[in-house]
């Protein structure tokens, strides 16, 4: 186990890099003092009694009183886990039921940044396809999101890609480009559109858009490459065919 990538998971579930280093203290050493947790971890002994006490708030840790001795242990992993989620879905739907009335609003130019952000985009434009989606973009990136990829399948929605490398899909349509660098671009049901690029640094920014002409605009072009692939793709059966004559 990768300690760094472990507490780094950690705090998406609420924890703070101590408390997650904390955690994986306590399952690695099992029923320790906050004493115990300080000497290990080589911090002070207010920070880990601080930790601990707020880790047995958000439901990370349990106290466990032994005479005058304070012990803590982990609460199980999967527990924590699936009472974190429980917690956020009991707020999720708080919050939808308590929602203020939204202000319609005409869909400007929305730029995305950051790997996460560009990738819950992707899934979540995937989830609300009515009836197509072209997609263009490595066939590593596509990986990321397989699973929505298949749903929508298996739904009978029509799906295009075009990708850098062969990818199998029943039922979707395929077309084998150029190398797409790490260019991303989806168009969905003819009314959104996000593309840019997924890279490091600068390069790690989409534009979102359902402006109708935005839209319009690159959607032809999406059609264009389309159309020479198919040509290219003809030609190389013929070929194929010729050869084997």
Not at 18 to 42: D, M, P, S
Not at 74 to 88: G, Q, S, T, W
Request: aromatic share 8%; hydrophobic share 35%.
């Amino acid at each position: 186990m990768e300690s760094n990538a472990f507490t780094g998971r950690l705090t998406e579930f609420g924890l703070t890099r101590q408390e997650a280093g904390i955690y994986e203290c306590l399952l690695c050493e099992g029923k320790i003092t906050g004493y115990e947790v300080a000497k290990l971890l080589g911090i002070s002994r207010s920070n880990a009694y601080g930790s601990l006490a707020s880790m047995t708030e958000k439901g990370a840790a349990y106290l466990v009183e032994e005479g005058t001795t304070k012990k803590y242990i982990p609460v199980p992993l999967e527990e924590f886990c699936k009472n974190y989620i429980r917690r956020l879905e009991e707020t999720k739907g708080w919050l939808s039921a308590n929602m203020p009335s939204e202000k319609s609003h005409v869909e400007g130019y929305v730029t995305i940044e950051g790997a996460n952000h560009i990738l819950d985009m992707v899934r979540n434009l995937l989830a609300k396809v009515e009836k197509r989606v072209y997609i263009t973009c490595t066939r590593n990136y596509l990986l990321l999101f397989l699973n929505e990829i298949e749903l929508l399948i298996k739904a009978g929605k029509k799906v295009v890609i075009i990708t850098d490398q062969a990818v199998r899909y029943i039922n979707a349509k395929i077309y084998i480009g150029g190398p797409r660098e790490m260019e991303i671009g989806i168009i969905t049901d003819s009314k959104y559109v996000l593309t840019g690029e997924y890279g490091e640094g600068s390069m790690n920014t989409c534009l979102y858009s359902g402006q109708k002409n935005f839209v319009e605009l690159y959607k032809r072009m999406l059609a264009n490459e389309i159309k020479l692939l198919a040509i290219r793709e003809e030609q190389e059966e013929q070929q194929f065919r010729i050869e084997r004559i």
